[in-house]
């Protein structure tokens, strides 16, 4: 396997209203991001900056990365300590501060996976794995907030 995996998408700005940008109430945040192979990702700026609320925004796409890229960690780790996970969900929740310029920045990220695993026996392993699967996720490996995870185990008792 390589050490170098690349990634590319093609982002398309769909905002220019007839004037381009020459106000800035006087264009729109719209976005569409293409990736090869893949169903296009509708997107704009967050509702609060005079974006469309419908549409994903960058926020919310490094939220659900995060997240996900977690999730997916975590998964791997589990299956191959041969514990036997059969529903997980997240409600990951992130926290951006805006500067007095303008600016802002992500202060911090909690993840809060709601994991259900097949054998009270795997319980308190299942938990333990959140710790490597956040070692191990790129995206939390590339990010400068702090990253929490609280995660809560069940036991199927089907």
């Avoid at 020459?22 to 704009?44: C, E, M, T």
């Avoid at 500067?99 to 990220?109: I, K, L, P």
């Amino acid at each position: 396997m390589d050490n170098i995996h690349q990634y590319e998408a093609r982002l398309a700005w769909e905002g220019n209203l007839g004037t381009g940008t020459s106000s800035y109430p006087d264009y729109g945040r719209n976005f569409r991001i293409d990736i090869v192979d893949k169903p296009s990702l509708l997107g704009s700026a967050d509702a609060v900056f005079r974006g469309d609320a419908d549409r994903h925004n960058p926020e919310d796409l490094l939220v659900s990365a995060i997240s996900s890229c977690h999730m997916l960690a975590y998964l791997a780790l589990c299956t191959r300590q041969g514990i036997c996970v059969t529903a997980y969900e997240d409600r990951a929740v992130g926290i951006m501060k805006l500067d007095a310029n303008g600016s802002g920045r992500f202060t911090e990220v909690a993840l809060n996976p709601i994991v259900t695993v097949a054998s009270d026996a795997d319980a308190a392993r299942a938990e333990r794995l959140h710790e490597l699967a956040h070692k191990a996720c790129f995206i939390a490996n590339s990010c400068a907030m702090p990253i929490s995870c609280q995660p809560e185990i069940r036991v199927d008792n089907q």
